[in-house]
């Protein structure tokens, strides 16, 4: 008999580490998977209250809220299509206009020489790899049709969420399935607040960039309110990026503008420290900032660009899983 507890155990482990490395094999159609779950935690997010107030079933309400949002998309890009399209274009025109007049600048004194130099000698070294550029159109049709199968695989999960959750319990021992079953569900409403909670900060970091640039008189304001709100998905990142792209726009009209573009975006990151993101907070999912880096750096080099942009839901759901399944229920659970 202990021989054969012995045989079943390393069974496990064996098993244990062929799933682990199945999972690897298959990390692009996991994050696939993930996104659905993304959208579908969405959905859910706003049908449930519809059904609970109508009264309206389950499957209906997260019909109605996907024909919704798609239809409040389709007005967005039939009224302000065609213009933030136009001004996308015209930024990406001023973009080497404006990286001409950095250079200009930094050759004035002498230490923006050095770093030009050092730029170059970097820009020398780095090979760049024609081959993956020549097929850039490829890639963004690719990334197109993924982001439709993520929509429809997210809206078949929204519908009958259920169904999935039963099957995969039927793959634990019957004993382990109250608490997993309670970690899913917990994780599904960590994710749901999560994302409640960003697309908050980004509509109000959007939209206040969008005014402030204009009440700056900077050129492309509604285009680059539209990419900081993009990229304020990405925690800590996003927005570096999204304040270099406006400094380095507004040094097209000179140096003193693009002073006055930083310093706004540095009082728009104290605002959002100290004011959005204690607001969100009250009701959405509390995530450390360093935690929120990790996230993206880890999860990042794993999994390259979509590791960045599902980064930080990857690490809620990570979190929520660790303190149900481990820690309350092996450590707290087993304390003396």
């Given at each position: 008999?202990?021989?054969?507890?012995?045989?079943?155990?390393?069974?496990?482990?064996?098993?244990?580490?062929?799933?682990?490395?199945?999972?690897?094999?298959?990390?692009?159609?996991?994050?696939?998977?993930?996104?659905?779950?993304?959208?579908?935690?969405?959905?859910?997010?706003?049908?449930?209250?519809?059904?609970?107030?109508?009264?309206?079933?389950?499957?209906?309400?997260?019909?109605?809220?996907?024909?919704?949002?798609?239809?409040?998309?389709?007005?967005?890009?039939?009224?302000?299509?065609?213009?933030?399209?136009?001004?996308?274009?015209?930024?990406?025109?001023?973009?080497?206009?404006?990286?001409?007049?950095?250079?200009?600048w930094l050759e004035r004194n002498p230490?923006?020489?050095?770093?030009?130099?050092?730029?170059?000698?970097?820009?020398?070294?780095?090979?760049?790899?024609?081959?993956?550029?020549?097929?850039?159109?490829?890639?963004?049709?690719?990334?197109?049709?993924?982001?439709?199968?993520?929509?429809?695989?997210?809206?078949?999960?929204?519908?009958?969420?259920?169904?999935?959750?039963?099957?995969?319990?039927?793959?634990?021992?019957?004993?382990?399935?109250?608490?997993?079953?309670?970690?899913?569900?917990?994780?599904?409403?960590?994710?749901?607040?999560?994302?409640?909670?960003?697309?908050?900060?980004?509509?109000?970091?959007?939209?206040?960039?969008?005014?402030?640039?204009?009440?700056?008189?900077m050129p492309l304001a509604p285009a680059?309110?539209?990419?900081?709100?993009?990229?304020?998905?990405?925690?800590?990142?996003?927005?570096?990026?999204?304040?270099?792209?406006?400094?380095?726009?507004?040094?097209?009209?000179?140096?003193?503008?693009?002073?006055?573009?930083?310093?706004?975006?540095?009082?728009?990151?104290?605002?959002?420290?100290?004011?959005?993101?204690?607001?969100?907070?009250?009701?959405?999912?509390?995530?450390?900032?360093?935690?929120?880096?990790?996230?993206?750096?880890?999860?990042?080099?794993?999994?390259?660009?979509?590791?960045?942009?599902?980064?930080?839901?990857?690490?809620?759901?990570?979190?929520?899983?660790?303190e149900r399944l481990y820690v309350r229920?092996?450590?707290?659970?087993?304390?003396?």
């Amino acid at each position: 008999m202990p021989s054969a507890g012995r045989d079943t155990s390393a069974f496990r482990v064996v098993l244990a580490i062929f799933g682990v490395w199945l999972l690897w094999q298959l990390r692009d159609v996991a994050l696939l998977l993930f996104g659905a779950i993304i959208v579908a935690a969405l959905l859910r997010a706003f049908s449930d209250p519809l059904s609970r107030g109508s009264r309206l079933p389950s499957r209906p309400a997260v019909l109605t809220v996907a024909l919704g949002l798609l239809a409040i998309l389709v007005l967005i890009v039939w009224s302000l299509g065609e213009p933030l399209a136009h001004q996308l274009q015209e930024l990406r025109t001023a973009l080497p206009k404006a990286w001409a007049s950095v250079r200009e600048w930094l050759e004035r004194n002498p230490l923006g020489i050095k770093m030009l130099e050092a730029g170059d000698d970097v820009a020398r070294d780095f090979v760049i790899p024609w081959s993956r550029l020549a097929g850039a159109a490829t890639v963004a049709t690719g990334a197109i049709a993924n982001i439709v199968l993520i929509v429809l695989m997210g809206v078949y999960l929204a519908l009958d969420p259920g169904v999935y959750l039963r099957g995969l319990l039927r793959l634990l021992p019957p004993r382990r399935r109250p608490a997993f079953q309670a970690a899913m569900e917990a994780s599904g409403e960590g994710l749901k607040k999560w994302l409640l909670g960003q697309g908050v900060a980004m509509l109000m970091v959007g939209v206040t960039v969008g005014i402030g640039l204009a009440l700056l008189g900077m050129p492309l304001a509604p285009a680059l309110g539209l990419i900081s709100g993009l990229l304020e998905f990405v925690p800590f990142f996003g927005p570096i990026a999204s304040a270099l792209l406006a400094v380095l726009v507004a040094f097209a009209q000179g140096p003193q503008e693009a002073l006055y573009v930083a310093i706004f975006f540095v009082v728009i990151q104290q605002l959002e420290g100290n004011v959005v993101i204690p607001f969100v907070q009250r009701w959405a999912v509390h995530m450390p900032p360093l935690l929120s880096v990790l996230a993206v750096v880890v999860f990042g080099t794993l999994f390259g660009v979509a590791g960045v942009v599902f980064g930080t839901p990857l690490m809620v759901v990570t979190l929520v899983l660790v303190e149900r399944l481990y820690v309350r229920d092996t450590l707290e659970h087993h304390a003396p």
